[in-house]
């Protein structure tokens, strides 16, 4: 049996995961269903502001954006911290005409899709990962 974590924190906010043994299997069916391996992955739910420090201090990158996914990644085992804004989250499920959790959900799973070694630079890359999205969105309704 393989010893894995799936940790959700918060940092200057007040947040409340809703339903978290549901979200953290349906993350460890998508890794596993993905040839990975669960281990350490930690999810940290925080401001813009705070996301904003982190942003610019380790990818020199001046910018808001909703997730920094931290690669720790061993072999096939996926460890992990991401840092995920809830202020961009609310923002962009608003800009999206999508639920709050419908958007949450989606960033939540984006991370790991980075972890898998999806990226989302390019036009093509973009429009993989939503459709990845999407697809892993669809198991956990």
Known sequence: ??????????????????????????????????????????????????????????????????????DYVQANQINSDMFISIDRVKDNAVNNSKSFYEEFHRVVIHGILHLFGYNDKTDEEKKQMRFLEDKYLSLLA
């Open 1 to 70: 049996m393989n010893n894995f974590e799936v940790n959700f924190f918060v940092e200057q906010i007040d947040f409340v995961v809703e339903d978290e043994n549901r979200i953290r299997e349906w993350i460890v069916k998508v890794i596993e269903d993905n040839n990975f391996i669960p281990g350490i992955i930690n999810y940290i739910f925080c401001s813009d502001e705070y996301l904003l420090k982190i942003n610019r201090k380790h990818l020199n990158h001046d910018f808001y954006t909703d997730i920094v996914t931290f």
